[in-house]
C-alpha cells in the first residue's frame, strides 16, 4: 500500500538539513584546516552522518509505527546494555571528561542520544496500558518513574545533565497529557529541581557554568568566555548579517561554533532576518508534529507524535536559550542543524516515525466513509 506523508514536514525537514550543512561547512572550515589540514573534514563527516540519518528517516518511515509497541521492551534492554558498556574504561571513550561514546572503528555513537527514540517509545506504550490507573501516584507514575529514573541515573553517570534534563522534562509532559494529576506532576519536578540543584552545587564546573550564566563579564576569560562570544557573534550580525562565510568569532574565538553554539554564528553571517526564517522553520516543524499527534486516532500514535515533537521542540528551545544567554551552557546541539552524527540520527529517526503515523492520518482522512 502507498504511503501518503506529511508533506510540509518533509518540506521544512528538507530545509533544514540543508540550511544545517551550510552552516556546519561554514562554521568549521576554520577549525578543520588548522587542526586536520583539510577545511572539508567536518563537512565530509556531516554528509556521512546525514546519509545515515536519512537512512534512518527512511526506515522509520516506512515500518508501521505500532510496531515499535510490539518491541519496545527488547529496546528497553538493548539500551540499558548500552548505557553501561558507555561507562566501563576501554568500552567507553572519554571526550571533554565525559565518558559519552562508544567507538567503532571510525564510527562512535552515544547512547544517550539514541536513549531519547527509546525512551519515548517506552512512555508512550505506558500511558496506553496503564491509561485507566495514571491519576493514581503510586500504581500509575511510580512504574515509570522508577524505570525511567534508572536510565537518567545512567546518563548522569557519564556525565550528560544537559540531556537528562531534556528527556526528563519530556516524559514529565507526557505524563501529564496522558492524564496524570498535576499535583503529583508538579511535586516530582519540584523533586527534579531538587536533585538538578544537588547535582549543580556538587561538581564545581557546573556552579561555574551558573555562575557564568548569572555574570559572564565576572570571569570572561574563563567560565564566561564562550556566552560573551556568543553575544559578540550575535550583536555584530545587524540585520542581514557579515555575509556567509564571513564570520570572525569562528576563527577560534567561540568554542563549538560548530556543534552547540552554530546558531550563534548563524546570527553573525546571516543576521537577524534569516535567524527569524530559522525559527519560523522550527516552528512550522513543530506545528506540524503536533497536528499529527492531534489528529491521529491511535492512542499510542498520539503519545508517540507528542513525545517525538515536545523532545525535538525542547531541545530547539533549550539550544537557543543557552546561546542567548537565557539559561546556563547545557550541551544541547541544534537539531538538523549543529554538526553531530548521533544527534542528527536521531533527530531524523524521530522525524520519520513522524512521517509514518502522518501517513495513518492521511490515511484515515481520504478513506472512504460507510453508506
Known amino acids: 500500500m502507498k504511503l501518503h506523508y506529511d508533506l510540509p514536514l518533509i518540506g521544512v525537514t528538507f530545509f533544514l538539513i540543508c540550511w544545517g550543512t551550510i552552516m556546519v561547512y561554514s562554521t568549521s572550515a576554520v577549525y578543520a584546516d588548522l587542526r586536520y589540514h583539510e577545511s572539508s573534514y567536518f563537512l565530509q563527516k556531516h554528509l556521512l552522518h546525514l546519509l545515515i540519518g536519512i537512512a534512518g528517516l527512511m526506515l522509520a518511515s516506512s515500518l508501521d509505527y505500532r510496531q515499535w509497541r510490539r518491541i519496545s521492551p527488547w529496546l528497553m534492554l538493548g539500551m540499558l546494555i548500552l548505557l553501561i558498556l558507555v561507562l566501563i574504561p ?43 490507573v495514571l ?14 529514573s534508572i536510565y537518567l541515573f545512567l546518563v548522569l553517570l557519564q556525565p550528560d545533565f544537559g540531556t537528562a534534563v531534556l528527556i526528563a522534562l519530556t516524559v514529565l509532559l507526557m505524563l501529564y497529557v496522558g492524564g496524570g494529576r498535576p499535583s503529583h506532576l508538579f511535586g516530582s519536578l519540584l523533586g527534579l529541581g531538587l536533585i538538578g540543584g544537588l547535582l549543580i552545587a556538587t561538581h564545581a564546573y557546573r556552579v561555574r557554568r551558573v555562575l557564568a550564566f548569572l555574570d559572564p563579564w565576572e570571569d570572561p576569560q574563563n567560565s564566561g568566555f564562550q556566552i560573551i562570544q556568543s553575544f559578540i557573534a550575535l550583536g555584530t550580525g545587524g540585520w542581514l548579517g557579515r555575509g556567509l562565510g564571513e564570520s570572525r568569532q569562528k576563527a577560534l574565538f567561540l568554542p563549538d561554533a560548530h556543534t552547540d553554539f552554530i546558531y550563534a554564528i548563524i546570527g ?37 507524535a507528542f513525545g517525538a515533537t515536545t523532545l525535538l521542540s525542547l531541545q ?42 502522518s501517513s495513518h492520518v492521511i490515511e484515515n482522512a481520504v478513506a472512504p466513509k460507510p453508506v
Open 90 to 132: 576501554g568500552i567507553g571513550t572519554e571526550v571533554k571528561g565525559g565518558r559519552r561514546w562508544i567507538r567503532f572503528a571510525n564510527f562512535g555513537i552515544q547512547p544517550a542520544e539514541l536513549l531519547k527514540i527509546v525512551l519515548i517509545i517506552y512512555v508512550a506504550s505506558y500511558l496506553e496500558r496503564k491509561q485507566a
Open 135 to 148: 491519576s493514581s501516584f503510586s500504581r500509575g507514575l511510580t512504574p515509570n518513574f522508577i524505570v525511567t
Open 268 to 304: 553573525e553571517e546571516l543576521g537577524f532576518f534569516w535567524v527569524c526564517v530559522l525559527i519560523t522553520l522550527f516552528t512550522l516543524f513543530i506545528w506540524r508534529g503536533y497536528w499529527i499527534a492531534w489528529h491521529i486516532p491511535d492512542t499510542f500514535g498520539k503519545y508517540l
Open 316 to 357: 530547539i528551545t533549550l539550544n537557543l536559550s543557552v546561546v542567548t544567554g537565557l539559561l546556563p551552557t547545557k550541551g544541547l546541539p541544534l537539531p538538523f542543524i549543529s554538526y553531530g552524527g548521533t544527534s542528527l540520527v536521531t533527530s531524523l529517526f524521530l522525524t520519520g516515525i513522524l512521517l509514518n503515523i
